[in-house]
Antibody, heavy 117, light 107 residues
Framework: EVQLVESGGGLVQPGGSLRLSCTASGFSFSSYWMHWVRQVPGKGLVWLSRIDSDGSRTMHADSVKGRFTISRDNAKNTLYLQMNSLRDEDRAVYYC??????????WGQGTLVAVSS | DIQMTQSPSSLSASVGDTVTITCRASQDINTYLAWFQQKPGKAPKSLIYAASSLQSGVPSKFSGSGSGTDFTLTISSLQPEDFATYYCQQYDNYPLTFGGGTKVELK
């Protein structure tokens, strides 16, 4: 069974940093592209970042480019999202998702990031 | 960026009804279109990919169609567990973009 479990969310002050993790199981993690998607509670879904299966290529949405960095450790079956210079508008639930091609076929349960002073 | 427009934004239906949700892309996306179901407090769940292919384990009451810019998701014989919010998403181009969602509510 494919499982994706996010962790690392919490309360952070504006301008602060946070690193989210996503631990994968039930599939060959190193064979799949992975993505991060976020959702402000009560609002829609927004794609943030993608990383290729070996970590050699990444892409980020303009809204987070230069502040967020996606990475992975295939030996640990873990995906990361390093978030710096956090803003009020980054408050959201963050989901890691598996990509089969660019189709997002499995999602984690999400982790909540709150930005407040 | 490709804009995805869903309609309606909400609809009311009864158990046993068949409902159709539409999704329009701002440019041709071939069939690089997926549909997701999301229940309150839960992660989105993949229903349909490549516009009309059913995700493994998803019941055949869900069906998708379309290509180019216009797409539909049809849910037949609505059951209580089908009342949720549905999103379309294009994966023809980056950034990946989602529609605004359609909330299917019990009448």
């Amino acid at each position: 069974e494919v499982q994706l479990v996010e962790s690392g969310g919490g309360l952070v002050q504006p301008g602060g940093s946070l690193r989210l993790s996503c631990t994968a199981s039930g599939f060959s993690f190193s064979s799949y592209w992975m993505h991060w998607v976020r959702q402000v509670p009560g609002k829609g879904l927004v794609w943030l970042s993608r990383i290729d299966s070996d970590g050699s290529r990444t892409m980020h949405a303009d809204s987070v480019k230069g502040r967020f960095t996606i990475s992975r450790d295939n030996a640990k079956n873990t995906l990361y999202l390093q978030m710096n210079s956090l803003r009020d508008e980054d408050r959201a639930v963050y989901y890691c998702t598996r990509g089969t091609g660019d189709h997002l076929d499995y999602w984690g349960q999400g982790t909540l990031v709150a930005v407040s002073s | 960026d490709i804009q995805m427009t869903q309609s309606p934004s909400s609809l009311s239906a009864s158990v046993g009804d068949t409902v159709t949700i539409t999704c329009r892309a701002s440019q041709d996306i071939n069939t690089y279109l997926a549909w997701f179901q999301q229940k309150p407090g839960k992660a989105p769940k993949s229903l349909i990919y490549a516009a009309s292919s059913l995700q493994s384990g998803v019941p055949s009451k869900f069906s998708g169609s379309g290509s180019g810019t216009d797409f539909t998701l049809t849910i037949s014989s609505l059951q209580p567990e089908d009342f949720a919010t549905y999103y379309c998403q294009q994966y023809d181009n980056y950034p990946l973009t989602f529609g605004g969602g359609t909330k299917v509510e019990l009448k």
